[in-house]
C-alpha cells in the first residue's frame, strides 16, 4: 500500500491522473482543456500539529485533508473554472465558472498553439511576403501575454512579437532581427483581432511593412562568434571526496542543524517548508510570491508590455532541467517536479531544483596581535536553486543557508533583453527610453519587481513586526560630546505598508514577544536585510500600478490566511486590477503578536547597457534574514576550524630565477 504523501509533498502523478477522472466524471461529455493541477496549500491551523508533532518527536495526529486546486476551460462554452478537490475521499469540495473577465495564467501548450496559429494565418503570411526574405532566412514570433488596457475588455488575447532569424542554426540570435508588425489573436475562437504596426521613431507614427534589409545578427552562441574562444581558462573542479554534508530524505533536508522541506508547485516554482534550526521553529514558509516586469516605452502597443512571471505563466512550468557542471557546481542533489499538460496528464519536470554546498569565503576570524594566535572558520554554506526561463528571461532564484543561522535569497536575472524594432541608421538617433543595442534594434528601459514571502514562525507561530530606525541622541546633558546615537523602534499594530530609509538605517524585524533573549533581555527576533530599491515607476494611474500594487511599496505586513499567497492576487493575466496585499491590509488585521505574513517588494530598475546584449551578464540582488537575539551568541563558534589538512589548498608554484637574475650577479661578484 502507497504511503500517503506528508502534507507539504509536491503533487504527484497519481494525484494529476485522479483530479482528471473526478472532474470528467462531474462534467460528463464535456471537454476540458486544464490550465493548472496543483496541490491547494493544507489548511495551516490542521497542519501545524502535525508539523509540531514531528518537530517534537511526538506521536502523530491525522494528517491534514490533502487538497487539489484545478484551474480549466470548459471548451463547449469557454468558461473559466476553478475546483476544490478533496484527494482523499477522491470528491469535489466546489466547482465554480469564473467573471468572463477572469483569464488564466498560459502555459506551454497554449503558447505553442499561438505561435503556429500566428504563423500560419494568412494575414502573417501576407505580411512576411513583404519583407522579401532571403533563403534560409524566415520569421518567428514571442507570444506575450497581452496586457490590459481596456476595462471592458473580456477575450483570451496574446500579442505576437516577430523577429527574423536564420535557419542555419538553433540558437540564431532573433532578438537582434524585431519586426514592424505584431498580430493579436484570439486564442478561444483562434482568429486575428488586428495586426498592430509598430512605431520604428520617437513617436507614435507607423509605417507599412517594407522590403527587409540584411544587417548582421549580433549573436551569443559559442559556435556563432566571430571571436575565438579563450584559451588560458584552467578547470575549476569542485569535489568532496567523503560526500556532502547534508543528508535529505525525500523532499526533508538536514544539514548544519537546518532542517527543511523542499517543495514545488507549478506557480512559485520552489517553496522552502517548515524551516528549523537546532529544532527551533523559524519559518512556516519562504517563497517568491510574485514578481512583474513594467517596460516603459510609453508608445503603443508598449504600453501594455507588463508580464507577471508568477502568475501569467508560473516560475514551476518555465523551470529549467537542470545540467551537472553547468548550472550547478559540485556535489550535486536534484529534485524533480511535476505539472499537467492542457489534457490532465502528468508532466515530469526532471531536476528543477538543485542542492548543494558551495564555500562563501570566512565565516570568521580573529588574530590575537599580541601573540598571533588565530582563530579561523570558513563559510561553508547550502544551496537550494531554480532557474526558469520566461521567454526572453532567465531568472536564477537561490535560497542559501549558512552555519550562523543566516539565510539569504538571491536572484539573478539574466537571458536575452527584449528589444523592439528602431529606425537608428541615421548616427545620433536614439530615444530617452531605450538604450539602442544594434542596427535597427532598441532595448527599452524596464523594472523587475520580486515579492519576497515570509510566513515567520520564531519560536512559535505568533509574532509581530517592527522596524528600528538608528538616530543621534539629543543635544543635551546627556550627551555633551555630540557623538551619541541611539535606536528608535516602531512596532506595526495593524496590517499595512512600510518603507525602507537608508538615511536612518531602518531596519525591519520578527520577533516573538513571549520568547524574551536571558542576556539581551529583549525578545528573540530575525532581522530583514532589506534590498533597497526603486518602485514602480509607472503613474498610479495607469493599468500597470492598478495591477501590481504590491509593487508600489517595499514593505507589507498582513494577518496570515490561508489563500493569501500571490502578492498581485490570484489571477493576473489580463486583470484590470490587484486583488492582493494592497486590498488586504485594508482590512487593518490587528498584527501584533499574530500569526502574520511579512512581504517584501525589491528589484531591478534596468536601464540597458550596450553589455547586456545579446546576452545579459547576470545582475545581482538578494535579501538576508539575520538572527538577532534569536542565540546568546554567534552560533558558529562549534564550527571546526579552517586548517590545510581539511582543505587541501595549493601552492601557486613560483618562477624559477634565471641565471640573469641580479641576485645571482651580485653573489659572484
Known amino acids: ?372 594566535a588565530a582563530t579561523v572558520v570558513r563559510n561553508r554554506q547550502l544551496v537550494v536553486q531554480m532557474i526558469c526561463t520566461v521567454a526572453n528571461y532567465e531568472y536564477i532564484f537561490a535560497f542559501i543557508f549558512d552555519q550562523a543561522a543566516n539565510i539569504e535569497l538571491e536572484v539573478r536575472a539574466t537571458g536575452i533583453l527584449s528589444t523592439v524594432p528602431f529606425d537608428n541608421e541615421k548616427p545620433g538617433t536614439t530615444v530617452p527610453w531605450g538604450t539602442n543595442v544594434g542596427p535597427g534594434v532598441m532595448a527599452p528601459f524596464h523594472q523587475h519587481m520580486f515579492s519576497f514571502r515570509m510566513d515567520p514562525a520564531l519560536d512559535g507561530f505568533n509574532n509581530t513586526v517592527y522596524y528600528e530606525d538608528s538616530v543621534p541622541l539629543p543635544e543635551d546633558e546627556t550627551n555633551p560630546y555630540l557623538v551619541g546615537y541611539t535606536t528608535e523602534q516602531t512596532v506595526v499594530r495593524t496590517s499595512g505598508t512600510a518603507n525602507t530609509d537608508i538615511s536612518r538605517h531602518r531596519v525591519f524585524k520578527i520577533r516573538n514577544d513571549s520568547h524574551i533573549n536571558p542576556i539581551t533581555y529583549k525578545p528573540i527576533a530575525y532581522k530583514l536585510q532589506t534590498s533597497p530599491s526603486q518602485m514602480l515607476l509607472s503613474s498610479p494611474k495607469s493599468y500597470g500600478a492598478k495591477r501590481a500594487g504590491f509593487a508600489t511599496k517595499p514593505i507589507w505586513i498582513t494577518k496570515y490566511r490561508d489563500d493569501e499567497l500571490y502578492a498581485a492576487g490570484e489571477f493576473t493575466n489580463q486583470s484590470r486590477e490587484s486583488e492582493g496585499v494592497e486590498k488586504w491590509v485594508q482590512r487593518k488585521d490587528p498584527v501584533e503578536n499574530e500569526d502574520i505574513v511579512l512581504w517584501h517588494t525589491f528589484g531591478l530598475t534596468h536601464n540597458p547597457r550596450i553589455e547586456d546584449f545579446p546576452v545579459m551578464p547576470v545582475e545581482r540582488v538578494s535579501v538576508m534574514l539575520k538572527p538577532d537575539g534569536f542565540f546568546t551568541k554567534n552560533p558558529a563558534l562549534d564550527v571546526p576550524p579552517s586548517t590545510q589538512s581539511f582543505n587541501r589548498s595549493t601552492l601557486h608554484p613560483e618562477p624559477a630565477a634565471t641565471c640573469c637574475a641580479p641576485a645571482e650577479r651580485m653573489g659572484k661578484l
Open 1 to 372: 500500500m502507497a504511503v500517503s504523501p506528508h502534507p507539504f509533498d509536491s503533487i504527484t502523478p497519481a494525484e494529476i491522473v485522479l483530479a482528471t477522472k473526478i472532474l470528467a466524471a462531474a462534467f460528463p461529455g464535456v471537454p476540458l482543456r486544464y490550465k493548472k493541477i496543483d496541490i491547494q496549500e493544507p489548511i495551516k491551523s490542521e497542519v501545524v500539529p502535525f508539523i509540531e508533532a514531528e518537530r517534537l518527536g511526538k506521536p502523530l495526529p491525522a494528517k491534514p485533508t490533502r487538497l487539489l486546486l484545478v484551474l480549466f476551460h470548459r471548451m463547449d462554452t469557454m468558461a473559466f473554472c476553478k475546483a476544490l478537490l478533496n484527494a482523499d475521499t477522491r470528491s469535489i469540495i466546489s466547482a465554480k465558472e469564473l467573471p468572463k473577465h477572469v483569464q488564466g495564467p498560459g502555459d506551454p501548450d497554449e503558447l505553442g498553439e499561438v505561435d503556429q496559429l500566428c504563423l500560419s494565418h494568412p494575414a502573417v503570411q501576407a505580411e512576411v511576403a513583404k519583407l522579401k526574405l532571403p533563403p534560409g532566412v524566415t520569421v518567428c514570433n514571442d507570444p506575450w501575454i497581452y496586457g490590459t488596457d481596456d476595462p471592458n475588455e473580456t477575450r483570451r488575447l496574446f500579442q505576437c512579437y516577430m523577429y527574423i532569424v536564420a535557419t542555419d542554426h538553433p540558437e540564431n540570435n532573433h532578438y537582434s532581427v524585431p519586426c514592424k508588425f505584431s498580430p493579436v489573436f484570439d486564442v478561444h475562437k483562434r482568429e486575428l483581432v488586428r495586426m498592430d504596426y509598430l512605431p520604428g521613431g520617437v513617436d507614435m507614427q507607423t509605417t507599412e511593412t517594407q522590403p527587409w534589409k540584411p544587417v548582421e545578427t549580433i549573436q551569443y552562441a559559442h559556435d556563432l562568434l566571430q571571436e575565438p574562444l579563450r584559451t588560458d581558462l584552467k578547470p575549476y573542479i569542485v569535489q568532496q571526496p567523503q560526500g556532502p554534508s547534508f543528508n535529505v530524505d525525500g523532499n526533508v533536508v538536514s544539514w548544519q542543524k537546518w532542517r527543511f522541506r523542499v517543495g514545488f508547485n507549478s506557480r512559485e516554482g520552489l517553496v522552502i517548508y517548515n524551516l528549523t534550526y537546532d529544532k527551533r521553529n523559524v519559518f512556516y514558509r519562504l517563497s517568491m510570491s510574485e514578481m512583474t516586469v513594467p517596460y516603459g516605452d510609453p508608445r503603443a502597443p508598449y504600453h501594455r508590455k507588463q508580464a507577471f512571471d508568477v502568475g501569467d505563466v508560473g516560475f514551476g512550468v518555465t523551470a529549467n532541467q537542470l545540467s551537472l557542471g553547468c548550472d550547478c557546481l559540485g556535489h550535486i542533489k536534484y529534485f524533480d517536479g511535476y505539472r499537467a499538460d492542457s489534457k490532465g496528464n502528468p508532466v515530469l519536470l526532471k531536476n528543477v531544483i538543485c542542492l548543494h554546498e558551495q564555500d562563501n569565503g570566512l565565516q570568521h576570524k580573529h588574530t590575537n596581535y599580541r601573540n598571533n
